[in-house]
């Protein structure tokens, strides 16, 4: 399974982005897909998770901010960032959560490589 992510860059302060990850291989279900970010000399934390049933659950600093949703069969999810912040910056990964393929039939997680997100204030 690999996960591939775009729609980083610089944007100022105020103005939107809208990342995207689309899982590929050979996938049977993902129970989660969400994003996490990781500024500089901080640790990962949750930005925004959806669940295959369209639940979502969105990190404080967030709320109110940033949307995310999910094509189920692309096995994509979008986090639409909008009145960004400098505090935002971060390189951003996307997750998926108990993956269920068809070779192993096992649950797993994986994780995409980072894609930087830089707000200028």
């Known amino acids: 399974v690999q996960l591939q992510a775009s729609g980083g860059g610089l944007v100022q302060a105020g103005g939107s982005l809208r990342l995207s990850c689309a899982a590929s291989?050979?996938?049977?279900?993902?129970?989660?897909m969400g994003w996490y970010r990781q500024a500089p000399g901080k640790q990962r934390e949750v930005v925004a998770t959806?669940?295959?049933?369209?639940?979502?659950d969105y990190a404080d600093s967030v709320k109110g901010r940033f949307t995310i949703s999910r094509d189920n069969a692309k096995n994509t999810v979008y986090p639409q960032m909008n009145s960004l912040k400098p505090e935002d910056t971060a390189v951003y990964y996307c997750?998926?959560?108990?993956?269920?393929?068809?070779?192993?039939?096992?649950?797993?997680?994986?994780w995409g490589k980072g894609t930087l997100v830089t707000v200028s204030s």
């Open positions: 291989g050979r996938i049977f279900s993902i129970v989660v």
């Open positions: 997750n998926a959560d108990k993956v269920l393929t068809r070779d192993t039939w096992t649950l797993k997680d994986y």
């Open positions: 959806v669940t295959s049933g369209g639940a979502t």
